[in-house]
T-cell receptor, first 111, second 113 residues
Framework: KQEVTQIPAALSVPEGENLVLNCSFTDSAIYNLQWFRQDPGKGLTSLLLIQSSQREQTSGRLNASLDKSSGRSTLYIAASQPGDSATYLCAVYQAGTALIFGKGTTLSVSS | ETGVTQSPTHLIKTRGQQVTLRCSSQSGHNTVSWYQQALGQGPQFIFQYYREEENGRGNFPPRFSGLQFPNYSSELNVNALELDDSALYLC????????????FGSGTQLSVL
């Protein structure tokens, strides 16, 4: 059974810092991995999707990497801003199943 | 703006009642999935519909049921509500056969008293 773990559960940083969020999964037979952002009480916004054949994806200040063989992904946020404060969720998709989510990392960026 | 809309945004029910939640998929999407997100947890998969047929189900009891309509809008029905059903219910649409990227709505916050 696929399990997704995110570390740390919460993170507080000052504005301007670069930071890394971690995601690990137990079954490497995934189709893709996605990172989402969720603001309190709101839905999910897709940030980056990495196909199983890819190593990384970039969008603006965000960079996500995938090491399928070790069951790990990282989300790198450069030059963090207070507007980046949110919960970041990692999810993996296996063929024939649904997205399986971690519990998320809650990020707080102070000005 | 993802184009996925859910109604209502908030709902309060009492234990034992029934509830219907609604979702309008993004235009052109043929697949809809429903997720339950308890406070402090990641979303848990309830079920998925593809072209009006249930096409996958998570570990939820039969009192959780759904429908997908020809216009690809969808409903989630929950019977005999329990206190533990209190959660944020998320709908997501995608275009199977094109890509697997999901677009989520803003959710319905259900409170069962």
């Amino acid at each position: 059974k696929q399990e997704v773990t995110q570390i740390p559960a919460a993170l507080s940083v000052p504005e301007g810092e670069n930071l890394v969020l971690n995601c690990s999964f137990t079954d490497s037979a995934i189709y893709n991995l996605q990172w989402f952002r969720q603001d309190p009480g709101k839905g999910l916004t897709s940030l980056l999707l990495i196909q199983s054949s890819q190593r990384e994806q970039t969008s603006g200040r965000l960079n996500a990497s995938l090491d399928k063989s070790s069951g790990r992904s990282t989300l790198y946020i450069a030059a963090s801003q207070p507007g980046d404060s949110a919960t970041y969720l990692c999810a993996v998709y296996q063929a024939g199943t649904a997205l399986i989510f971690g519990k998320g990392t809650t990020l707080s960026v102070s000005s | 703006e993802t184009g996925v809309t859910q109604s209502p945004t908030h709902l309060i029910k009492t234990r034992g009642q029934q509830v219907t939640l609604r979702c309008s998929s993004q235009s052109g999407h043929n697949t809809v999935s429903w997720y339950q997100q308890a406070l402090g947890q990641g979303p848990q998969f309830i079920f998925q519909y593809y072209r009006e047929e249930e096409n996958g189900r998570g570990n939820f009891p039969p009192r959780f049921s759904g429908l997908q309509f020809p216009n690809y809008s969808s409903e989630l029905n929950v019977n005999a509500l329990e206190l533990d059903d209190s959660a944020l219910y998320l709908c997501a649409s995608s275009n199977r056969g094109v890509d697997e990227k999901l677009f989520f709505g803003s959710g319905t916050q259900l409170s069962v008293l």
